[in-house]
Each structure stands twice: as structure tokens, then as C-alpha cells.
């Protein structure tokens, strides 16, 4: 009974079991059928994508194609008309061709029958030329029996008759034509030079030996003075000049024959009194950046002159020497106004005999930059100055103007009698110069560089219009002891070398300085 119970059961299981697995199977159909039929739907989604994808690709591609047809064709339709363009032109030029190759058959038969016709009438002039050439040696021998000499015997006294009349007829034409030259280039030369001096405006000499100083009031005067008058030695010192400062109100007098002194006492005066600090260090200082100050303006001078008169491409120095000549003065005529005078006249006469006129222009500016040299030279000022140009790249025609305007070279150009004829004018027009006031300065001039021979000198100032002449020596070459024997020694040589009027005074001043930086 156990054992059928237990089969009983076993069956039992068993049959549940594999109901139970029945139902699963079932269920897994079930959801394959719905996962295929899920596919099969999605599939065919996918697929219309595919091929409404491939679709819009064909249409791109076929657009795409399509554009580059229509390319194709348009430059296929470009070329045609570029080639129906060229065989048309070239159709115009093949007929033109034959035009001018029907014209050129016809001038070329029309040339060869003028031709065989040239031939024919030089065959018969060469006829005729022979028959008269027998004609005239027929003629020719027949006269020469009658005359009894040969035809080249003839012709020899022919041309020896003919020669000594025109010789005479020349000669008495010539003569004329000479006396008239003469009568006329005397005039034409006038006319030329009166011109010229009347289309060029001048000024006189004017010789000024001292600058006026204007102050506001007298007590400026005792702070320019200083203590113990240390503040105007100071001044004269540094500058070179005297300092007159007397009863006359509201002014000091700067005297000296040097322009350029002059006038950087009267900026370097004008700063202090502006400032109100006078005193030694200080007016050392001013003084010094006022010579500064006043090369840049010479500087500015020379350039300012040559753009004014219009010429280009000087050298840097020959503009400052040009501006230099502003404080410096030829027999009482300012350098500078006579050398722009000349510069203008050379352009002008220049102009009227037909020859450059810049040119002369600028060989009139710089005929004496060598009046204002920058060292001691013992050669004449237009030699010095025509080396100048040549050492600064100007022409040779205004080199040698230069150089031959006072005859020390030969002149080579026609520029340089014209810049020796203008000088002379500008120079020689009345009241263009003095004698006496150049003579002065040669005298002060000379009075210095004597003192400044001496050993030890380091600055000379000539003052009181050359009756007093004040040595400045350096304290590290000089003694006490030698101050005397220099002085002496200057005096001797100003009795021995020079020629002046009255007496000078001999100042030797030697000054010891200790100059130290706190840093």
C-alpha cells in the first residue's frame, strides 16, 4: 500500500510538474510570436527610412550633377562664343590681309614699271652727261690755247683773289662787330649790375660795440653786483665781457666787441634776474647752459637762412658756420646779411646771363665761411673756405667760387666771377662797411690770442674796448709767484708785437676751487 501511495504520489508530481511546464511553453510562444511580430513592424519602419534616405540622396546627387552640367555647358557655351569672337576677327584680318596683299601686287607692278622708267631716263641723262663732260674738255682745251695757262692754274688764282678779298672784307667786319660788342656789352653789363642792385633790398652798416640791459629797478643792480662785488666779477668771468653799471637808471651796459659774448651775458643776465638766485655757482651754471642754448640757435639760424633763400642739402657744419656769421661782422657789415645779400645778387645776375642760379645762389652764401672758423688758421679766409666745401662734398663749381673770389685760385667756372663781382657790389655800396671797426676787432682779436700764447693761460677777455685785457690762469699750472712774471711777460710782448693807442692794462687773475659731492 506504501509503495502505491508513493507512485501514486511520484505520478502526481510528476503530472503537475509537467502541466505546470506546459503552461510556460506556452507562454514563451506566446511572446516570441509578439517579439516577431514587434520586428517584423520595426523592419519595415527601417526600411521605408532607408529608402526615403536613399531617396533624398538621389535627389541631392541628381542636384548636384545637374549644377554640373549646367556648368559644363554654360563654359562650353563661353568657349563657343570666345571661338565664333576669334574666327570672326581672324575672318576681318585674313580679308583684310587680302586687301592689302591685292594692294601691295599693284604698288609692287606699278613700283617696277616706275622702275624699268628710272632706268631708262638714267641711261639716257649718263648719255647726255658723258656728251657734255667731251663738250667741256673740248671747251676747256680750246680756252686754255687762248689763254695760254691750264684750268687748275686758273682756279689757283681764282681762289687766291677770292681768299685776300674776303680776308680784307672779314677783317673790316670783324673790327666792326667788335667795337660794337664792346659799346654794347659795356651797356648790357650796366644794365645787367643796376638791375640787379636795385631788385635786391639792403640795410647799412651798423656797428654796435654794447648791449643795454634794462632792469625793472636799482635794487636789481645791487643784487647783480653782489657782495663785494663777487657776483659781477662772477658775470665777467664766465662770459668774457665788461659790465658797466653806473648812474644811468633802469640799465646795465654789457660791453664787448664779440657779439656772441654779448649776447649770452644778456640771456644768461636776463635768466638770473628772472630767477632771483645770483650768485657765483648759479651764474656758472646759467651761463654755461646759455652757450648751449645759443649754439642751437646758430644752428637754427643756418638752417633757417638756407630755407629762406632755397637751398637744400647743405652739411650740418656748413649750416652752423652759416649761423655763426650772424655775430660776426666784415668792416662794420654784418657777415651774414652781406653773405645772403651776395647769395641774392649771384642769383639774380645769374638769371639775367642765362646761368644756374641755385648754384650761384649757394656759392654766394658760403664765400666766406671762412671768416668764422672753428681754429686758429693761418691761411686766407676764401683758400680756408673753398677747402671747407671740399671737405664737405659741395660742387666743384662752388668750390672754386669760393676759393678764386678774392684771385687766390684760377677761376675755372663762370660762376666765380659773378660771386667776385656780387661780393664786391654788397661790400662796396655806401655805407655798406668800415674800415676803422674791422681794424678794431683784428687789433682786440689779436690782443687776446697773445695773451692765450702764454703757458698756463686758459682764458683772455679783452675789455674796456682793448685798454684792459684780463688773463685767467689755471691754479694747478700757475704759482702765485708767476703771476707777475706773466703779466709782465704779456705786457713786454703787447710793446713789442702790437701798435695801439694809450695804454693797456694787464689782469692776471688766478683762482683756487675745491669742489666737493655729498652723495
Known amino acids: ?7 501514486v504520489a511520484l505520478v502526481g508530481v510528476v503530472i503537475g510538474f509537467g502541466g505546470g511546464y506546459i503552461l510556460k511553453i506556452k507562454s514563451l510562444n506566446k511572446k516570441a510570436k509578439n517579439i516577431i511580430k514587434e520586428a517584423k513592424l520595426e523592419a519595415e519602419v527601417l526600411k521605408k527610412e532607408k529608402m526615403l534616405e536613399a531617396k533624398e540622396n538621389f535627389i541631392h546627387l541628381k542636384g548636384k550633377h545637374d549644377k554640373k552640367v549646367a556648368e559644363s555647358n554654360n563654359r562650353i ?3 563657343e562664343n570666345k571661338f565664333r569672337q576669334k574666327e570672326s576677327a581672324f575672318n576681318l584680318r585674313k580679308e ?12 609692287k ?3 617696277d614699271k616706275l622702275k624699268s622708267n628710272l632706268t631708262n631716263q638714267i641711261e639716257i641723262i649718263e648719255k647726255k652727261q658723258l656728251e657734255l663732260d667731251r663738250q667741256l674738255s673740248v671747251q676747256v682745251e680750246k680756252l686754255e690755247k687762248i689763254a695760254g695757262i691750264s684750268a687748275e692754274e686758273a682756279k689757283e688764282q681764282i681762289v687766291k683773289s677770292l681768299t685776300a678779298e674776303a680776308k680784307t672784307a672779314a677783317m673790316s667786319h670783324i673790327n666792326e662787330i667788335i667795337d660794337e660788342a664792346k659799346i654794347t656789352a659795356n651797356k648790357e653789363a650796366k644794365k645787367i649790375v643796376i638791375k640787379t642792385i636795385q631788385r635786391v633790398g639792403t640795410e647799412t652798416a651798423v656797428e654796435n660795440a654794447v648791449t643795454v640791459f634794462h632792469i625793472e629797478s636799482d635794487e636789481i643792480k645791487g643784487r647783480i653786483i653782489g657782495r663785494e662785488g663777487r657776483n659781477i666779477r662772477a658775470l665777467e668771468a664766465a662770459t668774457g665781457i665788461e659790465i658797466v653799471v653806473d648812474d644811468t637808471p633802469e640799465a646795465i651796459v654789457l660791453s664787448s666787441f664779440d657779439p656772441i659774448r654779448r649776447e649770452i651775458a644778456r640771456l644768461a643776465m636776463h635768466k638770473l634776474v628772472t630767477d632771483g638766485r645770483i650768485h657765483p655757482a648759479r651764474i656758472e651754471e646759467v651761463v654755461s647752459k646759455t652757450k648751449n642754448f645759443i649754439e642751437e640757435e646758430i ?8 630755407i629762406d633763400l632755397g637751398i637744400h642739402g647743405l652739411h650740418i657744419e656748413l649750416l652752423r658756420m652759416i649761423g655763426r656769421m650772424k655775430y660776426r661782422s666784415s668792416y662794420g657789415q654784418n657777415l651774414l646779411q652781406h653773405s645772403r645779400e651776395t647769395a641774392k645778387l649771384c642769383a639774380v645776375m645769374a638769371s639775367e646771363l642765362g646761368l644756374n642760379s641755385n648754384l650761384a645762389k649757394r656759392a654766394g652764401l658760403l664765400h666766406d ?7 686758429e688758421i693761418d691761411i686766407p679766409h676764401a683758400i680756408y673756405g673753398m677747402k671747407l666745401a671740399e671737405r664737405y662734398k659741395e660742387k666743384p663749381e662752388v668750390c672754386n667760387a669760393i676759393g678764386a673770389h678774392h684771385d687766390e685760385v684760377e677761376m675755372t667756372s663762370l660762376i666765380s666771377p659773378l660771386v667776385q663781382v656780387c661780393d664786391a657790389i654788397s661790400g662796396a655800396r655806401p655805407g655798406a662797411r668800415r674800415e676803422v671797426a674791422e681794424s678794431y676787432i683784428k687789433r682786440i682779436k689779436k690782443l687776446e690770442d697773445l695773451a692765450l700764447s702764454e703757458e698756463g693761460v686758459i682764458k683772455t677777455y679783452a ?7 684780463r688773463v685767467i690762469v689755471g691754479s694747478d699750472k700757475v704759482s702765485d709767484k708767476d703771476i707777475e712774471r706773466i703779466s709782465n711777460s704779456i705786457a713786454r710782448r703787447i710793446e713789442e ?5 694809450g695804454q693797456v692794462k694787464i689782469t692776471v687773475i688766478r683762482e683756487n676751487r675745491s669742489v666737493s659731492y655729498a652723495k
Open 497 to 501: 708785437e702790437m701798435t695801439y693807442p
Open 109 to 111: 607692278n606699278e613700283t
Open 1 to 7: 500500500m506504501e509503495l502505491i501511495t508513493i507512485i
Open 369 to 375: 665761411i671762412g671768416k668764422v672758423p672753428d681754429e
Open 463 to 469: 675789455i674796456q674796448a682793448g685798454r684792459e685785457l
Open 77 to 79: 557655351a563661353v568657349l
Open 96 to 107: 583684310d590681309f587680302n586687301r592689302k596683299l591685292k594692294e601691295f601686287e599693284q604698288t
Open 299 to 306: 644752428l637754427e639760424t643756418g638752417k633757417k637762412t638756407a
